[in-house]
Structure formats: C-alpha cells, structure tokens
C-alpha cells in the first residue's frame, strides 16, 4: 500500500532551455494537464531567466515554480548571484539545494547547503535538499557514511523540519548515465534516510517528509520506482524537458 504522502515529481531543468523554449514547452505540456491524475504534485525548476515566464504560465494551475539554486546571502554586492527574495518576488515555491552538479563545479558544502535551506525556509520556500555517493563511494561500501554526512546539513533547523522539506536521493552515478538505480537500492537509500530523519526530527515529522529518487528517471522505469512505498516521486533531469515525457511521469507517480 502507498503511504498517505501525496507524490510530487520534480523537473529540473538545468541549464537548458531559453524563455522562448521554456514557454513553448510549458504550451505543450499544460494542454496535457487536465488528462493527468490529481494526486500527484509537479513543479518545474527552469534556469533564473526562463523563472518569470514560466511563472507565468504556471500561475493560474497547480504545476508549482521552482529554482535551480539560491545564494546564502539575503543581498548585497554579489555579482551573478540571485536571492531568496527575489524568488519570492517570482511566486517561486521551492528550490534545490545541494545539487552534485553544484557539489562537483561550485564545490559547495554542506555549511552552504545548511545556510541556504534556513534562508529559504525563513522565507517560506520548500528546500528540496539533494544527497547521493557516487560509485566510488558505493562500491567502496561507503553510501550510507556518505548520506548521514550530507544529512548534517540540516541541523541548522533545530527542532522542527520546515513546512514542505522534501529530501532527494540521488546517486551521483545514476545522474544523465542512463544507468538508473534499481527500485531496491533506492529504497534501501530512502528507508536509511528516513530513519536518519526520525533520529534527528521524531518519527511523525519523518513520516510526512517526501523523499524523491532522482537519477536516470524514464517513463520506462519510473512506475517501478514510483510505485515503492518509501519511494514519493522523483526529480528529474533529462526526462523532464520533452513534455509528453513529463507528462508519463506524472502518470507513473499517480497511478
Ligand atoms: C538531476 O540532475 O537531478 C537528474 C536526476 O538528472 P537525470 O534525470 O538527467 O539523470
């Protein structure tokens, strides 16, 4: 049986897409929408400058706004970065935080995930905090050493998980490979994250905490990711910017 958490599938754009790309895709895939189940939430995390006409195609449906990244500071002389408030301003509803991508190239920690995550919450966004090992770290029997690691960064929160944490496993090599991980191991990751959660937050806060599987997501093998219990939806890259695929991934985590 699937638990009461309702799914939410989670596109990440990358950097890919201009406004003009972003909107026609948005054309195409909100015309689809009515024939999607209900019980499944989706988001759209363009790149900063496709936010605002994303934004507004997405305004009047339940398809949520979402950011690639955010800076710790609230503002002030930093060129190329883009604050909390200026998502606000934007309607966006959540961020990521801690993506590989930015953990690899930007070399960013868990000290500046932490930041990030309390800046957003303090502003009522929904951190959706990114943790995975890569294979190197797998094979070398490391994986769950790895996740409690990257989980420090949400001692920052005290007592109480912000409204609408959402936690996202995904292992670095199953991230554009084409290798997804198996339904199995993403469970295991999923079941040693929750219990982590619980460990730090109590285990009713644990139990409404939605944990995605992000990694190589198709609408091939995503029912038989999406359809395991500790498994509520996914985040997703590549899968996520043709809009019929979208769509059979909405699909897969509400059917
Ligand atoms: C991602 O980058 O968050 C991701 C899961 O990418 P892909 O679906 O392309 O593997």
Known sequence: ????????????????????????????????????PEGVDLAIAPAFPALERVGRHLAPTRV?????????????????????????????AMALVGHSERRRDRKETEADFSRKMK???????????????TLEERDGGRTEAV??????????????????????????????????ATPEMAVDAHAFLRARLADRFGSQSAGGVRILYGGSVTPANAKDLFSRDEIDGGLVGGASLVPADFAALAVAAGG
């Open 1 to 36: 049986m699937k638990s009461a958490r309702t799914p939410l599938v989670v596109a990440n754009w990358k950097m890919n897409k201009t406004p003009s790309e972003a909107a026609a895709f948005c054309d195409d895939f909100l015309s689809r929408l009515p024939g999607l």
């Open 147 to 180: 996740l409690a690691a990257q989980m420090a960064a949400l001692d920052l929160f005290g007592d109480a998980l912000p409204p609408g944490f959402v936690l996202a496993y995904e292992p670095v090599w199953a991230i554009g490979t084409g290798r997804a």
């Open 64 to 92: 949520k706004l979402a950011a690639q990244d955010v800076h710790v500071e609230p503002k002030g002389a930093f060129t190329g970065e883009v604050s909390v408030a200026m998502l606000t301003d934007l309607g966006v």
């Open 119 to 133: 800046r957003l919450a303090d502003a009522g966004l929904a951190p959706v905090y990114c943790v995975g090992e």
